[in-house]
């Protein structure tokens, strides 16, 4: 005769409890919906799309500039193309990233407990500064130089230079491949879950469902066709 089996307590292991998070942070059928509500076709919401589109051929790009060399992009047609396609593409994500935020500044997107969302996005833009600075410092030419010597003054007046030495291209170019990237890609995951659970920011005037502006007069149509039916 066997032993009955024993009760496992709920959400003991990693795996339990990492799956019990993830069904919490998002929930279900929000992680990638099919269905968005009528106003998300409006232009205002394609900036974020774009956003994370030209951020994506950022990272690819630079991820190929980085396998080159530092001066890859100096000696070869494809390194220069390569770069190319690097700087418009960060071109791109902030044009579209600086109309994403104003259009939801306007839209008041902190609404309906959006408060956080909102920040992580201008964090993100902050973040995004930086990295881009970095990268001018990276370009290995004289306008880099001259970018460097022009900011080290201001640096060093805040007590920044002590740590974050422009003049050092090793130390810049590390900034920029690993460290400031990696505060991008993780305010950027955080940004996306938080409207992957709360949702797009709808219109300050749109109507919820079942909802009626104040003033009209009641929608009876649907009732009095129920009525009709026999």
Known sequence: MTAPARATTAHTTLTERLRTRIEHTVPQGQALPDRQPAYVRS???VFGVLTLSAFLVVLV????????????????????FV???HL???EIFFATM??????KFWMAAWRGGRGLTWVTGVL?????IGTAFTGYLSQTNFDSEWISTQAKDGLNAVGIGAFFNVLNPGQMLLWHVVLLPFVVG?????????VRRHGVVPPIDAVAPGETVPGDAPDLSTASQEEARP
Do not use: M, R
């Open 88 to 90: 418009w593409s960060v």
């Open 43 to 45: 232009w205002v919401y």
């Open 61 to 80: 790009s630079g991820a190929i500039l980085a396998v080159g060399g530092l001066t890859w992009w100096h000696t070869s047609s494809v390194g220069h």
């Open 98 to 103: 600086v109309i994403h935020l104003w259009g």
């Open 186 to 194: 993780l305010i950027t995951v955080w940004h996306v879950v938080l």
């Open 124 to 128: 993100l833009f902050l973040a995004s």
């Open 83 to 85: 770069n190319s396609l």
